[in-house]
């Protein structure tokens, strides 16, 4: 206490306008009792537990030290730390030569981290730039793979298809085959039109009752394929029923360009899988599937078989 009683001697003496006082934390209280007895200006700043850094003097000088970043001398500024020398007296001379020297040392300092870190983001980025590479790399085999896999579900959905198509048209000649062997008494087979008539009138009598329960509302009916008396009994079928009938034999003589624009016109589609070729009957699933429309397969050409399939969707 006592070299701190000689520095607030010296300050009221004018020896000096700003002081620096280092002493033990246990003086505090009885420091700052003797500054506020003096009416000086002060700052007590905790360097450690144990050890405390007293600046006190002219309110001026207090004044410029509160709008330091910081008040621990290894952590000033080379401004700062000019300023403060100055402030305590030291030679003007020297601290104009430790401020040079803390500058180009500074600058040295500074210069050294920023190639350090030039060096660091340097190879960070080559890193991430070839990490990048890495996985448009990747990118590009799954994106491939993706395309393979489409592709392949693709051809595997049109093999369905076909294998779909094939199997009604071979159900359709196992019906026929069947038919073929079976002996119905009154009954003789017609190779034309596939369906079996009988001799007398009691067939004439059949198709008219099987007309009048068949009701379309003007729907639009169109058969794709079948032979020349499926087709006439289907349009009697249709007509008599308030229905529009519309015919296209699947691309043997009629234009397979006009399959299309036909098929989206009819309410209601049917496929005689025994007269039909594969890609019409494909063509026909595919409209009237993107369309929602109705579509009926013929698996075997008797009448009756055609009317129950036009009354289950009318």
């Known amino acids: 206490m006592k070299i701190f009683v000689h520095h607030i001697y010296e300050y009221k003496k004018g020896l000096r306008k700003l002081v620096l006082y280092t002493g033990p934390v246990s003086e505090k209280e009885r420091i700052i009792d003797k500054l506020e ?16 850094n007293v600046f006190f003097g002219a309110g001026e000088c207090i004044n410029v030290l509160r709008n330091f970043q910081t008040l621990e001398l290894d952590k000033l500024s080379d401004t700062e730390d000019f300023i403060l020398g100055a ?16 500058k180009n040392g500074a600058d040295r300092k500074n210069n050294l981290i920023k190639t350090e870190q030039h060096d ?11 990490k990048i590479n890495h996985l448009e ?3 590009q085999e799954k994106d491939f793979i993706i395309r393979k896999n489409e592709y392949d579900l693709k051809t595997i959905k049109n093999r369905i298809e076909e294998y779909e198509i094939n199997e009604m048209i071979l159900k359709e000649e196992i019906s026929r085959l069947e038919f073929e062997n079976c002996s119905v008494e009154g009954f003789e087979y017609d190779d034309e039109c596939s369906c079996f008539e009988q001799n ?7 198709i008219d009752s099987i007309k009048s329960s068949v009701d379309l509302s003007s729907k ?7 032979r020349k008396k499926l087709k006439e009994y ?44 594969h890609s019409a009957c494909k063509s026909m699933k595919k409209i009237c599937k993107k369309e929602n429309k109705n579509i009926l397969y013929l698996k075997n050409t008797a009448v009756s078989t055609l009317s129950e399939q036009i009354k289950a969707v009318c």
Not at 120 to 130: E, G, H, I, L, S
Not at 220 to 226: A, E, F, I, P, R
Not at 239 to 267: I, M, P, Q, R, W
């Open 37 to 52: 007895k003096h009416e000086i200006s002060y700052i007590v700043d905790d360097v450690s537990s144990e050890k405390i």
């Open 87 to 102: 402030m305590l007296g030291y030679d003007l001379i020297i601290q104009c030569r430790r401020f040079v020297k803390r």
């Open 120 to 130: 660091q983001n340097k190879t960070v980025a080559c890193n991430y730039k070839t």
């Open 137 to 139: 790399k990747d990118l």
């Open 200 to 206: 007398n009138c009691e067939y004439k009598n059949r």
């Open 220 to 226: 639009t009916v169109l058969l794709v394929g079948g």
């Open 234 to 277: 289907c349009r009697e079928i249709v007509e008599s029923g308030n229905g529009l009938f519309v015919h296209h034999d699947g691309g043997l003589e009629d234009s397979k360009k006009k399959l299309s624009s036909t098929a989206l016109k009819a309410d209601i589609v049917i496929c005689a899988l025994d007269c039909i070729s």
